[in-house]
């Protein structure tokens, strides 16, 4: 394999998945930045496309990246590439023949697939496509069930399932190197965990915050707002010690109604614990407690590598805080309370996202990151609207569509400076630093748009993607 690492002007070819389309570059960016690799994209990138060619990388970085990624399905040493056949040949012809020998040579196996994007062809037009590239210097022989070496003819016929060309709008060809972990999204299905909730993250965003916020091993990961321990799961299996804190008694002691169909209560054993222990990463779990994420009770410093989260929004659960009845003006009246905590009051969505900004700026140890979402109303969303923090970097602001005029933002941060005495007042001082007031009324914004019976169904809907 050593052979590999020292060939010259290698490119690589990522073939990225079109789900979770906003995601894919800023999650391979992360994992690149994790072992301090710059992401140098080909000319011709285009965001939409299901394919990146990467610069300036080793054939190490790329397995790197694979074992981590879930929005990226395969990588390819890339051999030659064009718009049409004549110009993917010539291509393959300059491409260096040292860098071809050791992967062709006598007495080696190999195999060559062709995969296409937005067209299936018959199998004879495959084998057509295999027998064109003929001109190729194999010396070994084909073996279709373990080859030692798999080359893919790929195949770009663009995004519009309605207008497929007859023709590729473009082709490469290249060494596979690795799968990424698709798996996991399978394998970590919130439908077969033992331990859920009403809003449960989805296993591939959770897996998708966790490569954001380059969770590495060792690292200590904290969940503020943890519920059933979601992102605490796809953590640990990145192998970082994980801990969260929720104000629901009942969410932390995995007591009360359960989630699941069928079921009225939580069984024995239902909790974060429990969850890690199906996955067999028990051995990360540090702890999870009972405490409101408005009142630090954390040791002034910087205590955490990450801190990754989903907060409230007030749409499938309450956001609330701990208050005293003298704080209480008005009745709660749209918020259903099942906590053990005694007297509770409504927690703005504002200072959800205060003080989440401040607790990091805190809390985080210098380059540590700060992942979570964002709740937008799309008509009214702008970039301007994402808060600010002056001991916080933004690194990435991705949207995830939940209906015609909802979407979710994943906020990306990186902790730059310790906080100075005023830092945490920021945010009254400059509007940069609290552009979400008018937010504050996103659950209403979200009903809004709806009428009646869509309102209900829309209610419904997992925004989890589940
Ligand atoms: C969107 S859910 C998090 C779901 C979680 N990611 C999961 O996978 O289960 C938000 C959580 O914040 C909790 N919460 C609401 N207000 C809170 C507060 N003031 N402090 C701490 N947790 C709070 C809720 O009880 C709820 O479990």
């Not at 007495?107 to 590239?133: P, Q």
Request: glycine share 6%; proline share 5%.
């Amino acid at each position: 394999m050593a052979t590999c690492f020292t060939r010259p002007c290698l490119k690589y070819l990522l073939h990225l998945a079109q789900d979770h389309l906003e995601f894919r570059i800023p999650e391979i960016k992360a994992l690149l930045a994790l072992r301090a690799k710059p992401f140098n994209a080909c000319e011709n990138f285009k965001e939409k496309s299901p394919f990146v060619c990467l610069d300036g990388l080793s054939e190490e970085d790329v397995r790197w990246v694979m074992a981590r990624s879930v929005c990226a399905k395969s990588a390819f040493e890339l051999w030659g590439h064009g718009r049409t056949c004549a110009e993917l040949q010539t291509s393959l012809s300059s491409y260096p023949s040292e860098n071809m020998g050791p992967f062709m040579h006598k007495g080696s196996t190999y195999k060559i697939n062709v995969y296409t994007f937005n067209k299936t062809l018959l199998f004879a037009d495959r084998i057509k496509k295999i027998d064109a590239l003929e001109f190729l210097p194999f010396e070994g022989s084909v073996s279709l069930k373990s080859p030692e070496h798999i080359f893919c003819l790929l195949e770009d016929y663009g995004t519009d399932p309605n207008n497929i060309p007859e023709h590729p709008d473009y082709m490469y060809f290249g060494r596979w190197i690795a799968d990424g972990q698709r798996e996991l999204i399978r394998s970590h299905s919130v439908k077969n965990r033992h331990f859920i909730g009403n809003t449960s993250m989805d296993a591939g965003l959770s897996f998708i915050m966790a490569n954001h916020a380059k969770v590495h091993e060792n690292h200590l990961v904290f969940d503020p707002f943890v519920g059933t321990g979601s992102l605490l799961v796809a953590c640990s299996h990145f192998g970082a010690y994980v801990c969260g804190t929720d104000i629901d008694y009942n969410t932390i002691h995995g007591k009360g109604r359960s989630s699941r169909k069928n079921h009225m209560w939580r069984g024995p054993d239902e909790n974060i614990r429990a969850n890690l222990r199906q996955y067999g990463t028990e051995r990360m779990y540090v702890d999870v407690m009972v405490s409101d994420a408005s009142k630090s009770v954390w040791r002034k410093a910087a205590l955490f590598d990450a801190i990754i989260t989903d907060p409230p929004y007030g749409i499938r659960e309450s956001t609330r805080r701990t208050g005293s009845h003298k704080d209480i003006t008005k009745p709660l009246d749209v918020m259903y309370v099942e906590s053990h905590v005694p007297v509770s009051q409504a927690y703005h969505l504002s200072d959800i996202f205060t003080d989440l900004l401040n607790f990091s700026a805190e809390h985080l140890v210098i380059g540590g990151r700060l992942v979570y979402w964002l709740p937008v109303y799309r008509p009214e969303y702008c970039d301007e609207v994402v808060p600010l923090h002056p001991c916080l970097r933004l690194i990435s602001n991705c949207e995830q569509t939940l209906s015609s005029h909802t979407s979710r933002r994943l906020i990306t941060m990186e902790k730059i400076k310790d906080p100075e005495e005023l830092d945490s007042l920021a945010h009254l001082s400059d509007p940069r630093f609290s552009p979400y007031q008018g937010h504050n009324a996103f659950r209403q914004k979200y009903f809004s748009g709806l009428n009646k019976k869509s309102s209900k169904e829309d209610i419904k809907v997992d925004i989890n993607g589940e």
